[in-house]
């Protein structure tokens, strides 16, 4: 059985903001790549940049991929 990601970006709302999720705790709205970046570092992925973010298969990408910042 495969688990589901344990980071989950949302698709992005009204305002071009995309809610971040790990192991389903909130941990805010992401603008762009830094902010989810800042947001997993905060969770204890030390070191992460865009690129990992871009990259990782730990992220789950809905209503877009790393590109889509606008609804």
Do not use: C, K, N
């Not at 980071?7 to 989810?36: C, N, W």
């Amino acid at each position: 059985m495969v688990s589901a990601p344990p980071v989950v970006v949302y698709p992005p709302d009204e305002t071009g903001g995309r809610r971040v999720r790990v192991d389903g705790a909130s941990l805010g709205r992401a603008y762009d790549l830094q902010d989810v970046a800042r947001f997993l570092q905060e969770a204890g992925l030390q070191g992460w940049d865009e690129m990992d973010v871009v990259r990782s298969p730990l992220i789950e990408w809905r209503g877009g991929g790393p590109d889509v910042w606008q609804r």
